[in-house]
């Protein structure tokens, strides 16, 4: 039976874009020294595990995520020596480091695809997910990349076409090759050696693959059949990965997060159900998905209250122990997807960090969440860094959508909003760096930076201290069970976290006005927790008004 000790159950995840965090040799990208640089700074916010996006060697064609050597550390971001002074910094003051896994595919740069393109018969031939062409030579199936276009590219050494499920330089690993998983799990203690203290893993829903693939039915984004179609949690999914849990997983202290797009709350349970022996908590998708539209992600369109509850209720109820976020670097930034960065930004932010820290599981935090930073208005395509906005920008001028309406609705849910630099201070780049950055800063840093938030007591960051110091010392907000109340009301997500016979209300409002709540323990009285907003009076009463976008929590009775 694996059980989830201490430090991951009081665990409070801080993502770092590394090459958007902090940039230490000014040359306009963040590096791992930037990071060192960094550390007290995390330490002071509260969080206790550091989850880095990949440093590896890479073409960067998806900014790391398409991986040539996972043993070396592209010198972009520094050394391996660097590396090894962040490891043995962070545990010095009491964090962990937990490294993003990409194994799901490679680079087409690395020595593993080389190889494996050369012909069919080599020991790498096997290593990734080769098919013959149909009889008129077009690819084997109707399957998308998630970035567009087919997930098949032909290759002529081989004749054949090989499976990409993102960009084509990122070929798919073939995980029912032995040997190939071999590699893995030893590349997987190459770093647990060097004391890291966890693995995010990237798309591990998609490594098992389906011994024949059928064209998929659905065509989802008009061009190609659903990128995932017959392949999210495939036939062999749990069986490997209980197998690198008996392999690597089980011989250290590690967390474990599956990032499991396509997945339902049935089959995300098999992912952390403890007796299973498999990962402590996977990212559920299903809320990410509360504003797809026609166009799927990039549609122009807003999340319902309701959906967002519903999908965040099921998990909480389904699963064993879940992982709470709402952004990350693949998403748009929170406050202006889930709140109100005009009107509210700082309540709004602050009431979405309550929604965070208080469910029942780990929370992730993502860079600059903590000082409420927006999503960009990019004025051009040219402005945005990421294949997947430039390539649905030009499937939407073929669908003949219009130029201003494409971009307006690129903007909108780009990966590029979570990814401009952290806004550190007011100086120039913000502070991030002293050459111009690799993606422009956004030019509200001057409103909004680390430095202001710092200076203001009542600030987004002091309020995230303060979630984060409560969530960290209160056994109910850590292990306490969750239900949920006023399932229907259409301005709040509500809930209780109760253990033994003690009770946390937690309240959220979504509303841009004062609205009404009746508390469900009448005439059980209360004394508040946690308000976003000052004029919040301690005494829980039977009906009590909150301010719009204030976030509030109780000990009942
Ligand atoms: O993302 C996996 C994933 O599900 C993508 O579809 C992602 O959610 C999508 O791009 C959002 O529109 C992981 C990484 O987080 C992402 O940065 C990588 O691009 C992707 O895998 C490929 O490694
Ligand atoms: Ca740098």
């Known amino acids: 039976m ?6 991951k159950k009081e665990g409070i995840v801080y993502e770092i874009y590394v090459q958007s965090f902090n940039d230490s040799n000014n ?5 791992i020294r930037g990071i060192i640089q960094k550390l007290d700074y995390l330490k002071d916010l509260g969080v206790n595990i550091l989850w880095l996006t990949p ?13 040539a050597d996972y043993r070396k550390i592209n010198p972009q971001y520094g050394t391996m020596d660097d590396v090894d002074e962040m490891i043995e910094k962070a545990h010095e003051k009491g964090l962990k480091i937990v490294m993003d896994l990409v194994v799901n595919h490679t680079s087409d740069k690395h020595e593993w695809f080389e190889k494996s393109k050369q012909s069919r018969d080599n020991e790498y031939s096997d290593y990734y997910i080769w098919r013959d062409p149909k009889e008129d030579g077009s690819a084997p199936t109707n399957h998308g990349s998630a970035f567009g276009g087919s997930a098949w590219e032909y290759c002529p050494e081989r004749k054949q076409y090989y499976l990409h499920l ?26 647990t050696e060097k004391g890291i203290d966890g693995f995010r893993m990237d798309s591990i829903s998609f490594i098992s693959k389906p011994k024949e693939f059928s064209d998929a039915p659905v065509v989802e984004n008009k061009e190609y059949g659903a990128y995932y179609y017959g392949i999210s949690n495939g036939r062999n ?10 392999q690597v997983l089980s011989k250290y202290d590690l967390i474990t997060i599956g990032e499991t797009p396509h997945t339902d709350v049935e089959e995300g349970e098999k992912y952390v159900d403890p007796s299973r022996e498999e990962l402590d908590m996977v990212f559920q998708f299903e809320h990410m998905h509360v504003d797809y539209g026609e166009y799927g992600r990039y549609s122009d369109v807003s999340f319902k209250l309701s959906d967002l509850r519903h999908d965040l209720d099921q998990w909480q109820k389904g699963l064993s122990w879940n992982s709470n976020y709402l952004g990350n670097h693949d998403q748009p930034r929170i406050v202006s997807r889930f709140g109100d960065d005009r009107k509210y930004r700082e309540k709004s932010a602050e009431m979405l960090a309550m929604l965070i820290m208080f469910q029942r599981g780990t929370p992730f935090i993502y860079q600059g969440d903590e000082i409420g930073m927006t999503n960009v208005d990019f004025k051009s395509i040219n402005e945005m860094r990421d294949l997947e906005a430039y390539n649905t920008y030009e499937r939407f001028m073929k669908l003949g959508i219009s130029k201003e309406r494409a971009l307006t609705m690129v903007n909108r849910k780009t990966r590029d909003n979570g990814r401009t630099p952290m806004q550190w201070n007011s100086k120039q780049n913000a502070g991030f760096s ?6 422009e800063v956004n030019p509200n840093y001057k409103e909004i930076n680390v430095e202001k938030d710092l200076e203001n007591k009542d600030s987004i960051y002091r309020f995230y201290q303060k979630a984060i110091d409560l969530r960290k010392s209160n056994e109910i907000l850590i292990d306490g069970a969750y239900a949920l109340i006023a399932a229907d009301d259409s301005d709040i997500i509500a809930f209780v976290r109760e253990s033994g016979n003690q009770k946390i209300l ?21 004394k508040l927790l946690l308000s976003n907003y000052e004029t919040a009076k301690p005494e829980l009463n039977d009906v009590i008004y909150l301010q719009p976008y204030e976030g509030r929590a109780y000990i009942v009775g």
């Open 2 to 7: 694996m059980r989830m000790n201490s430090w």
């Open 27 to 31: 040359d306009g990208i963040g590096d």
């Open 55 to 67: 440093i590896f060697e890479s073409p960067l064609v998806d900014n790391g995520y398409d991986i």
């Open 166 to 191: 993102f960009a084509k330089e990122q070929p798919d690993l073939n995980w029912d090759n032995e040997q190939m998983r071999k590699a893995i799990y030893d590349t997987m203690r190459f770093w």
């Open 237 to 246: 999914i749990h069986k490997y990965l209980h197998e690198m849990y008996e």
């Open 434 to 439: 002293n050459a111009e950055s690799w993606i």
């Open 506 to 526: 937690v309240i959220c409002s979504f509303a841009d006005k004062k609205i009404k709540f009746n508390n469900p323990f009448k005439g059980k009285g209360g």
